[in-house]
């Protein structure tokens, strides 16, 4: 069974940092792309930013030059290091990683990301 956990949420103020991480545990292979995602009440979830095996890297414009996700196959573990926060990020940020033969989705129970003064 495989289990993503997910820390480095909290409050910050505009203009300061967060990192966060995800790490898999379990029976999880071939993991093809990792990602973060956001999703605030009333809104569809949306793409912040993903990385593939080969390091190839996308980012939600409204994160871009922002942000910037990395991966430690090692460890099995996707961050994502938010600078310049600003209080339209406040949102639950979640991991995804799709892996397998088959490319399942694999999901973290989210993290709060609140941006305020």
């Known amino acids: 069974q495989v289990q993503l956990v997910e820390s480095g949420g909290g409050l910050v103020q505009p203009g300061g940092s967060l990192r966060l991480s995800c790490a898999a545990s379990?029976?999880?292979?071939?993991?093809?792309?990792m990602g973060w995602y956001r999703k605030a009440p009333g809104k569809e979830r949306e793409l912040v930013a993903s990385?593939?095996?080969?390091?190839?890297?996308t980012y939600a414009d409204s994160v871009k030059g922002r942000s910037t996700i990395s991966r430690d196959n090692t460890k099995n573990t996707v961050y994502l290091q938010m600078n310049t926060l600003k209080p339209e990020d406040t949102d639950v940020y979640s991991c995804?990683?799709?892996?397998?033969?088959?490319?399942?989705?694999?999901w973290g129970q989210g993290t709060q990301v609140t941006v305020s003064s």
């Open positions: 990385i593939t095996r080969d390091s190839s890297t």
């Open positions: 379990g029976n999880i292979f071939n993991i093809y792309s």
């Open positions: 995804n990683f799709r892996a397998g033969l088959l490319r399942d989705d694999y």
